[in-house]
């Protein structure tokens, strides 16, 4: 394809750098130049935290490529240390400034791509900028932490912020043998996702020696020697530390994009189209900068994630040379890692729709499941939430938290929401099944099963919040030993394998609930009711989720 454009690409990592080496592959007549306004061009910021814990032991390994490679195997200019300070859209130009001699000049484009990426959110509160507070979003932001562990000894950590990289750094901080308290604003870590899969989460946390202050916020930082600080919480609280961690998210960097006049969303990102492009025809804009759309909700959204932005840099270079590709938008599919758990997400969470004002027309579901056949050694369970529209069944979200499989299945159940998919679709799925990778019925199929269930009326679902304010008959159908443990207060227990032959034992003229440990005898049980005539329905993901929506994975107490 001859074009002979001149493309220049501000700012590399993975939106800018994708969208130069698939500008290339499309054009190899172009001049393509990238203007990087730090000492790297393209990098693995999401392994930064593992660096710091020395799981990636070599600060090379980060580096995904660097100028010589894209020279080499590309033809494209890298410039680092370079600052795009202006952008000229009447001329179709960029001034650029050499960081390091202060020489200015401008540049011409045919067509010019945004990529500058976020920053990080420092909070505003008095001591801030104090030493040993810091940030971490590349690779010199690594070696500074390391070098003030190493010259102070630290042994005490603060981290701020319980997102990704929160956790992470909680987690890789405590491998170098560090204290951790970890604070978050929200009642929970990892505040995106519905607050009742996250109890696992915190008791690893707590497992692992990590004291979490959640519900609070800091206040201030002050130096109290060198290599101390005194961190003073909203609720009153100090704590001395040798270093903190600040990760309370990042905003779009949008300067450029401002004072140049491109339209800026209401979520603070440069808004494009779906092909990228700005309000400016010779403008894209890529990756953590922007605001883009959210597939399942169709609501303007940010989602700072390496792999949208990859995407996003790949169409922008395709429309540039003329190829009419769209970017279907975002629907932020995710894994984190929490020591021995696994934390995975797609598609919306329930408080996002209740956001959105969509949720009256959804539903969910709870389970349970072991991550392969129980029968084969190390089977470990997993905990799930899927939901889904109650008018076709097409598949809204699911979120799952195990320590082994669980972002399998979140792939899985993303793939089908980016194939505008159905439970009914999850119940058919043909999976791979041997006993130590899985379950002859997986547990994206059980979802989807239970959830088609409901939508063809052959189960009828209560949830465990709906019970406050309920007058139904409450029917705990584990065995004895189980219910000992543990049980709602006015629970009538009758075993599922004794409940044919007590059916007088139950009231014809009020609602049964009944539960049971993870959902599935409880099901059992509102089979067989309903068809004594009974007016039943099931509890939802079992006692285990009643545990979960009380903030522990442990059985709840007796009185919840």
Request: aromatic residues 6%; neutral net charge; proline residues 4%.
């Amino acid at each position: 394809m001859k074009s002979g454009k001149r493309v220049i690409i501000i700012g590399g990592v993975a939106g800018g750098a994708s969208c130069a080496t698939r500008a290339r592959r499309l054009s190899e007549d172009s001049e393509i130049i990238m203007i990087e306004k730090g000492p790297y061009v393209s990098f693995a910021n999401c392994g930064l935290p593992y660096h710091v814990g020395k799981v990636i032991r070599r600060e090379e390994a980060l580096l995904v490529a660097n100028p010589v490679l894209f020279k080499n195997r590309f033809n494209i200019d890298v410039r680092l240390n370079s600052e795009a300070t202006s952008i000229d859209r009447q001329n179709c130009e960029v001034e650029i400034l050499e960081v390091q001699t202060g020489r200015r000049y401008r540049e011409k484009y045919d067509a010019l791509v945004l990529s500058p990426g976020a920053r990080p959110v420092m909070p505003p509160v008095s001591g801030v900028e104090l030493p040993g507070i810091f940030t971490l979003r590349s690779i010199p932001d690594t070696r500074q932490v390391r070098d003030w562990i190493e010259k102070f000894k630290a042994r005490r950590a603060m981290v701020v912020g319980g997102g990704f990289i929160g956790l992470e750094m909680a987690e890789n901080l405590v491998r170098l043998g560090i204290e951790v308290s970890l604070v978050e604003m929200q009642q929970q870590v990892m505040p995106p996702m519905d607050a009742e899969m996250i109890g696992p989460v915190h008791e690893e946390l707590r497992r692992n020696n990590v004291s979490l202050r959640l519900g609070d916020a800091v206040a201030s930082f002050e130096s109290v020697g060198e290599g101390c600080l005194r961190v003073t919480m909203k609720s009153g609280d100090t704590e001395t530390v040798d270093m903190v961690i600040v990760a309370v998210g990042v905003r779009p960097e949008t300067k450029l994009a401002r004072d140049c006049g491109l339209d800026i969303g209401e979520l603070g990102g440069i808004r494009v189209d779906d092909r990228m492009r700005t309000n400016d025809p010779k403008i894209w804009a890529v990756g953590d900068a922007v605001e883009v759309k959210d597939f399942v909700t169709g609501k303007w959204t940010f989602v700072p994630l390496a792999g949208p932005a990859n995407r996003q840099g790949r169409i922008a270079a395709d429309v540039i040379f003329g190829k009419a590709m769209t970017f279907r938008g975002v629907q932020g599919s995710m894994v984190c890692a929490v020591f021995d758990l696994r934390i995975a997400s797609t598609g919306s969470s329930e408080k996002a729709l209740k956001r959105a004002g969509l949720w009256d027309q959804c539903e969910k579901v709870y389970l349970h499941p072991a991550n392969h056949a129980t029968y084969f050694p190390g089977a470990k369970p997993m905990s799930l939430k899927l939901i889904f529209s109650k008018t076709d069944g097409r598949v809204l979200g699911a979120q799952a938290v195990g320590q082994e499989g669980v972002e399998k299945r979140i792939d899985i159940i993303a793939m089908t929401i980016q194939k505008n998919g159905s439970v009914f679709d999850l119940e058919e799925a043909e999976l791979c099944y041997a006993p130590q990778f899985g379950s002859a019925k997986d547990p994206v199929n059980m979802a989807g099963m239970i959830a088609a269930n409901i939508l063809r009326g052959d189960a009828r679902i209560s949830q465990w919040e709906e019970l406050e304010n309920s007058s139904a008959f409450i029917l705990d159908v584990r065995d004895p030993s189980e219910f000992k443990k543990g049980h709602l207060d006015t629970a009538v227990n009758i075993p599922l394998n004794e409940l044919r032959s007590r059916l007088d034992e139950l009231p014809k003229d009020r609602e049964i609930l009944a539960y049971c440990a993870v959902g599935q005898r409880s099901y059992y049980a509102a089979r067989l009711l309903s068809q004594n005539l009974f007016d039943v329905k099931s509890l939802s993901g079992g006692y285990k989720t009643l545990s979960a929506q009380n903030g522990t994975s442990a059985p709840a107490k007796t009185g919840h």
